[in-house]
């Protein structure tokens, strides 16, 4: 591990002196957490770190987001211990689906990372997005349907007057329009 750290820093500094940079080591991300709860119940979150080659990234500082419609928010933050885990305990919401983010912001040695949990949460009522508690009366039903006629009427007094010129030879020159003397 010590060799490991020792080619990484000189790596580092040949990329300064260079003018290079050096690649940042690949990670990966795991979460897991129930995928159900009950309203007020806390959800325990567990997030792991790793290379690429699954081995534990130790002392990373973690951060937990709630995700929602217009961007994420910041709940708390965790370090990964020996083994790359870090856990998180997340209490507050107000939704009945709510998405949580764990980050990695990575280093100058290591690539950023993230990974989703998506919780659904069981006691919450949600209201009706339209509210309609009654069906129109019969005046304003009748209202509606001889204002619908009277469009639709309109429609076929256009299309039979269309009907009448094609008939008719259609517009001559000048714009004026033929007529069939009887």
Do not use: C
Request: hydrophobic share 50%.
């Amino acid at each position: 591990m010590k060799a490991a750290v020792v080619l990484l820093v000189l790596a580092g500094i040949l990329g300064m002196i260079t003018g290079r940079a050096v690649a940042a080591v690949s990670t990966r991300l795991s979460v897991t957490g129930p995928s159900t709860v009950g309203m007020g119940e806390e959800i325990s979150v567990e997030a792991r770190l790793t290379t690429a080659d699954d081995r534990p990234i130790a002392g990373a500082v973690l951060t937990l987001f709630q995700v929602g419609a217009v961007g994420q928010r910041a709940m708390s933050t965790a370090t990964t211990d020996a083994y790359g885990i870090a856990w998180f305990l997340h209490s507050e919401f107000t939704v009945a689906y709510l998405s949580l983010r764990v980050a990695y912001a990575g280093d100058a040695a290591r690539a950023p990372a993230n990974a989703d949990l998506s919780v659904e949460i069981t006691g919450i009522e949600v209201a009706p997005a339209v509210v309609m508690p009654h069906t129109p009366s019969l005046p304003v039903k009748t209202v509606l349907f001889l204002l619908l006629g009277i469009v639709w009427l309109t429609y076929a007094f256009a299309a039979s007057s269309i009907l009448g010129i094609v008939r008719e030879g259609g517009p001559r020159r000048g714009g004026e329009t033929a007529r069939v003397v009887r």
